[in-house]
């Protein structure tokens, strides 16, 4: 991710806690790279995801994610996605997690985290803010955020080609022809990297798709149509599956504001 925060310049070698706000013009794409600070990527508003550790993660405006120093990661964002991106010195959290989890961003966090980003304080003071601010970040269950990602090439062309378009339709057997490989193999494969069934990994694919659109503003018809159900009450009933709730209620918990867990039933 740039260094370079929209708001107030905060240097990585005089603070322990910097914040910037990025806002997406058109589609941005970060391959991948890493940082020797912790990045925290929270106050999501559109569609942004992050592979990291073996699989993909649509951040969702009720939670932050995560990802320690040192670990490998690229992000993408839809145009018109917003989101701040704050780096963590290793000396001020070392003791959170060492892999890439879902954690809550408390209002009082955010609130610590842009003042920090866009005013001068006492060194003390900032000492124990960036303090406070790491204290409130609690981890939660990551698996409705959490996607994982085949890494058999014939396997990972077939999953970006879904989350690229979450809407084809194409059955097993045309994927197995698409790869060269056998349809049992190739269904053998999936379940074996992913842990899920072909069919089990693209419904999961197409509510992580829908958790950015639906965060963007999108209605849920339209949801519904741009990941493959013509039919919105199918949708419905396929996102309260797996997320545990309808996506009625995840659009009100956008908008009120709600950082609890979003727990998956899956």
């Known amino acids: 991710m740039p260094d370079a925060p929209v708001e107030g310049e905060t240097s990585p070698q005089v603070y322990g806690v910097y914040t910037g706000y990025f806002e997406c013009a058109t589609p941005a794409t970060w391959t991948e790279h890493v940082h020797d600070t912790h990045e925290l990527l929270w106050g999501a508003r559109g569609v942004l995801t992050v592979e990291a550790d073996g699989g993909f993660y649509a951040v969702p405006a009720t939670l932050g994610l995560w990802i320690p120093a040192g670990v490998v990661h690229a992000v ?18 070392p003791h959170l997690e ?5 954690v809550t961003v408390p209002s009082a966090a955010q609130e610590l985290l842009r003042h920090m980003s866009m005013f001068d304080m006492d060194d003390a003071l900032r000492t124990r803010s960036e303090q406070v601010v790491v204290g409130l970040l ?3 269950d990551a698996r409705p955020m959490l996607l994982p990602m085949p890494t ?8 970006r080609a879904l989350l690229d378009d979450p809407a084809l339709d194409r059955s097993l057997e045309e994927w197995s022809v698409e790869v060269a490989i056998s349809v049992r193999n190739l269904s053998r494969l999936f379940h074996k990297e992913t842990g899920m069934t072909f069919a089990q990994w693209r419904i999961h694919a197409r509510v992580r798709v829908a958790l950015g659109l639906l965060a963007a503003g999108y209605p849920v018809s339209s949801v519904s149509r741009r990941v493959g159900y013509n039919n919105p009450s199918a949708f419905v009933q396929v996102f309260r599956k797996v997320m ?15 950082h609890h867990s979003l727990a998956g039933s899956e």
């Open 138 to 140: 609690d981890v939660v």
């Open 244 to 258: 545990g709730h309808t996506p009625g209620w995840y659009v009100s918990s956008l908008k009120a504001g709600n």
């Open 152 to 159: 058999d090439p014939r396997l990972e062309l077939i999953a």
């Open 98 to 102: 060492s892999r890439t989890v879902a």
């Open 76 to 93: 993408k964002s839809t145009q018109g996605t917003g989101f701040y991106c704050s780096h963590i010195n290793a000396r001020v959290a």
